[in-house]
């Protein structure tokens, strides 16, 4: 008994400080996980936003890649004179002129109708603010001269204008009637173009016929 007396010094002292580091331990304890899940939210922030820029950059390179390929197709894209017209006064102006081209060359509308900012398209999907895009999908009823010299006004329409499809069948009843599936994707700037000297001199077609109206776009 005695012998055990003398650990009894020992045996508090080791229980002291038992006490102690476990009351640190419970006090620090939780300060270091919230200081490592701030680490946490700090890198998946840092991650986030990392992804966004990246996002962004590819945003801008798709932008001019549909900017450069009007510009070697030597069109520009309709601009409105002014701006916040909306975009059924963006798509009545060129609307218009693609009916006019129609009538024009006598050919006949059996039906049509159109989409706004069709998702598939790259201006819509890169774009959207800066773009407006619809695509005009119309039945017509036309000989083959007037239709070929429809396409050929199409061509030389001194904006860009994208050809989606063309079906062409005769008519059972009567071989040179034909009935055609014609569908455009017009395209409008929202707002105003901007344009430096030399860009705006470069963009302005000469009376000569213009190509690459059906240019495909940039995937």
């Given at each position: ?98 009916i006019e081209m129609v009538h024009s060359n006598s050919v006949k509308i059996k039906a049509i109708d159109y989409v706004y ?103």
């Amino acid at each position: 008994m005695d012998n055990l007396k003398r650990y009894y010094g020992v045996i508090g002292f080791c229980a002291i400080v038992a006490i102690l580091i476990f009351g640190t331990y419970s006090l620090i304890a939780p300060k270091v996980k919230t200081m490592n899940d701030q680490k946490s939210t700090i890198e998946q922030k840092e991650g986030e936003l990392t992804k966004k820029k990246n996002d962004l950059a590819v945003v801008q390179k798709k932008i001019k890649q549909i900017k450069d390929s009007i510009v070697t197709s030597q069109k520009k894209i309709y601009s409105p004179v002014e701006s916040d017209l909306g975009n059924d006064t963006l798509f009545f102006t060129l609307y218009s002129d693609v009916i006019e081209m129609v009538h024009s060359n006598s050919v006949k509308i059996k039906a049509i109708d159109y989409v706004y900012n069709p998702e598939a398209d790259s201006f819509v999907k890169f774009g959207k603010d800066i773009y407006f895009v619809c695509d005009v999908n119309m039945e017509l009823v036309s000989n083959y001269v007037n239709l070929g010299k429809l396409i050929q006004d199409i061509y030389q329409y001194p904006y860009y204008i994208k050809i989606n499809e063309l079906d062409v069948k005769p008519y059972d009843k009567d071989k040179k009637i034909l009935l055609t599936s014609l569908s455009l994707r017009l395209y409008a700037h929202t707002a105003p173009e901007e344009e430096s000297p030399v860009e705006g001199a470069a963009a302005q077609p000469a009376d000569l016929p213009l190509e690459g109206a059906a240019t495909a776009l940039p995937q």
